[in-house]
């Protein structure tokens, strides 16, 4: 599944520049503001509970609050390139 607060438009553009547009079964598109409510909707999706989930994420605010629902969080770093 691809959780995302991008334009579908910029998604799809990625997606398709990278060939991996039947990659993902799932895209939800959020604003990822009330993260706790995502995360229901994503269990409710695959029928799991939130210590069967794991994340990878970029956003500060979101890694945070996904660690304060106790789910599991691999944070993302991006370089710049120079």
Excluded: H
């Excluded at 691809?2 to 991996?20: C, F, G, H, M, P």
């Excluded at 009330?34 to 210590?51: A, G, H």
């Amino acid at each position: 599944m691809l959780w995302t607060s991008s334009e579908k438009n910029r998604v799809q553009a990625i997606l398709d520049y990278y060939k991996i547009c039947n990659s993902f079964k799932i895209i939800l598109f959020s604003d990822k503001l009330i993260v706790k409510q995502d995360i229901e909707k994503i269990c409710e999706l695959f029928e799991c509970d939130y210590e069967e989930l794991v994340f990878y994420e970029d956003n500060d605010r979101v890694i945070e609050e996904l660690q304060q629902l106790s789910i599991e969080v691999i944070p993302v770093r991006f370089q710049e390139c120079l």
